[in-house]
């Protein structure tokens, strides 16, 4: 089976006061079909970065410096602008943290979404809004076809979210990339759109790419779970892999500082320092001076170590029997 | 329980925005242009004991920053009263709110808003205490110190300005301003919210240590239920302005009583639990300006019968110090979730 999303190597850079910075580091990893894969780290690990490189919405002073995206095949860094803008929204959509960056406020929803379907397919406005409704009804909003005719500020948090959601499959994509969709919204709502999350790639097919700094999330929706640190994926499996065994050792301080993991009252176990800037990487391994295992050997460039599907990015993987 | 520090008696706290002109005049013809009401907190009553850290735990909507505000004298209560040791919190009438709400101290979730980035570190601590003559002027550059210190920053710290330290840093910081007024209570509203979790486990060690070196009494609002069990004695559930179950942390954990609690508690994603197991809450959170009549959980409760949509519950005892506010609380809900 061809994977729907593939990048590999990709490389984003941005021109700083500082000198280049390197937000995305060589960074590779494959989705298949009817697959979530889970993209996990903290604030300024290049995730969103991540995300916003493989649909080609960099902007300077920042590039994408190296690599590949392929969409069932076809490589997005080869093609022209325009032939990019065809597959934005057509094979890969994207979902934001905030739905009001996706909706416009002075457009009815249905006007905004047969737009979004006559720029792809042309049909006639009323054939269009049928697409729409139908899309809204897949994401579970009750009454989509009075949903159509409402302006994004009458609707809740929730709601906006789903029809960004709705938006994104219009033109049933291949992939999809939802960047923090979920964080924003109250944890009984946050529920509802995950099980339907789930339930759409199961159905449609479509690959997800969910990038958030929520493990828990993660841990209960993704197949598949790559944790970023200082630009790099430094380490990559299933979800029960990495959450039930991970080898590198700042994924097992993440799962390590959840409260929800220790008996309530004491004292958590805690990665000592602070994420580092990316101006200003320690040679060698980004974690090395937080880190408990590391050692000189921790300065040079670490390597990837691959066990089953497993991948690490670490000189001392933890071992798991 | 002792004496409680902080009483909290029948708070209500409504919102009103008047019309403005334009929708007056159109409401001439449409019948509208009539104020709006919020109703942010109906008729909470809590008590709080000395050296306990209750959390308040809720979704949006639910009243719990209010009631933060309401009980840091920030907010006066439309009807009930909020006292502390004793004497209410806020009182208008009598223009005596500032000297009393020194004693409680806020934390809130940014702290990237809630320290003036043109003050050095050290004079947004000194602030406060300087001005309510809590610390004599002479020792003032000696306690900064050591309040830095206890906070787990370095003592030089005081003449940096907040765009030089780190998110956790800054919460240290927001801590450590609260601390300098010697308060009795604190209020942490999402404090450890917008925390990356590495760093959110930091301040969570913190906020421990300093809660058993100083004998804190804290609420500690959030809306997240497993930071919320880790350092909570008791959990308030609060959903549309009311308090719906109030247990200490364990036995809540452990059998959660009301039908919203239980569904809050079945919608948390945690690790570990597996693939794709949502037994999402159905529905929306109703809007605060129109709570629906009777219990404002009916809409979406599975259990919900004739009387819910009637009447409103009243928090009444489930056991040995914890109440619920739900009809079905005399062991109904254990035996129909059973069935289902």
Redesign the interface.
């Known amino acids: 089976m061809t994977a729907a999303l593939d990048v590999k190597g990709l490389t984003t850079r941005f021109e700083t006061r500082a000198g280049h910075v390197t937000a995305v580091n060589d960074v590779s990893f494959a989705v298949q079909p009817g697959r979530i894969m889970g993209l996990v780290g903290?604030?300024g690990s290049g995730k969103s970065v991540t995300g916003f490189s493989i649909l080609g919405l960099i902007d300077a002073p920042g590039e994408v410096s190296a690599g590949a995206v392929l969409i069932d095949g076809i490589d997005l860094r080869q093609l022209s602008d325009e032939d990019l803008r065809k597959m934005r929204g057509r094979k890969v959509a994207m979902v934001f943290q905030d739905p009001m960056m996706t909706l416009n406020p002075v457009l009815r929803v249905g006007d905004q979404m047969a737009m979004a379907v006559r720029v792809h397919r042309p049909m006639s406005k009323p054939d269009a809004l049928d697409h729409a409704r139908k899309a809204l009804e897949v994401v579970g909003i009750p009454s989509p076809a009075e949903r159509l005719k409402a302006y994004p500020h009458q609707l809740?948090?929730?709601?906006r979210q789903r029809v960004a959601i709705a938006m994104a499959l219009l033109h049933s994509p291949s992939v999809i990339i939802a960047d923090e969709a979920t964080t924003a919204l109250?944890?009984?709502?946050?529920?509802?759109i995950?099980?339907e999350v789930?339930e759409l790639a199961d159905t449609t097919g479509a690959a997800i790419v969910w990038i958030t700094?929520?493990?828990?999330?993660v841990?209960?929706?993704?197949?598949d779970i790559c944790v970023m640190y200082a630009g790099r994926i430094v380490e990559r499996g299933t979800?029960e892999q990495v959450?039930?065994g991970p080898r590198h050792p700042y994924t097992q301080?993440?799962?390590?500082?959840?409260?929800?993991?220790?008996e309530?009252?004491?004292?958590?176990?805690?990665?000592p320092g602070?994420?580092p800037q990316l101006s200003r990487l320690p040679e060698g391994c980004p974690f090395r001076p937080r880190c408990p295992r590391a050692t000189d050997l921790c300065r040079t460039e670490p390597p990837l170590d691959v066990r089953d599907e497993q991948a690490v990015l670490c000189h001392h993987p933890l071992e798991r029997a | 329980m002792t004496d409680p520090i902080l009483k909290i008696d029948a708070v209500s706290k409504r919102f009103t925005r008047k019309p403005g002109l334009a929708e007056r005049m159109v409401g001439r013809f449409t019948g509208g242009g009539k104020p709006i009401t919020v109703h942010a907190l109906t008729d909470v009553s809590l008590d709080v004991a000395k050296g306990e850290v209750l959390g308040i735990v809720g979704e949006s909507g639910c009243g719990k920053s209010t009631l933060g505000r309401v009980i840091a004298g920030i907010h006066a209560p439309s009807s009930g009263s909020v006292a502390l040791n004793g004497r209410p919190v806020a009182d208008e009438r009598h223009g005596t709110v500032h000297k009393l709400t020194t004693q409680v101290q806020m934390i809130h979730q940014d702290p990237f808003a809630s320290l003036n980035p043109r003050m050095k570190v050290g004079e947004t601590l000194a602030e406060g205490p300087r001005y309510h003559g809590i610390i004599p002027a002479d020792q003032v550059r000696a306690r900064i110190r050591a309040l830095l210190e206890q906070v787990g920053l370095e003592g030089a710290y005081a003449d940096r300005l907040p765009h030089q330290f780190s998110g956790g840093q800054r919460q240290r910081i927001a801590i450590a301003r609260a601390l300098a007024m010697q308060p009795e209570v604190l209020v942490l509203d999402e404090a450890v919210a917008s925390l990356d979790v590495s760093i959110q486990a930091q301040v969570l060690n913190l906020f421990m240590d300093l809660r058993h070196d100083l004998g804190l009494t804290a609420l500690f609002i959030s809306h997240d239920l497993s930071v919320v069990r880790h350092v909570c004695d008791r959990v308030a559930i609060m959903y549309l302005g009311r308090l719906v179950e109030l247990a200490p942390a364990d036995q809540l954990y452990a059998d959660p009583r009301h039908p919203y609690t239980q569904a809050l508690f079945a919608s948390i994603p945690t690790v570990g639990t597996g693939r794709g197991r949502f037994e999402a809450i159905k529905g929306e959170i109703p809007s605060p300006i129109a709570p629906p009549p009777g219990c404002p959980f009916h809409p979406r409760c599975p259990f919900a019968g004739p009387r819910c949509r009637a009447e409103a519950p009243r928090l009444t005892g489930a056991g040995p110090a914890r109440t619920v506010a739900c009809h079905l609380n005399d062991g109904g809900v254990n035996m129909q979730r059973g069935a289902a």
């Open positions: 903290e604030s809740s948090g929730g709601m109250d944890v009984s709502i946050q529920g509802q995950l099980a789930r700094h929520d493990l828990a999330v841990s209960s929706l993704a197949d979800a959450i039930g301080g993440l799962l390590d500082s959840i409260p929800a993991l220790h309530p009252g004491r004292k958590l176990p805690q990665i602070s994420t």
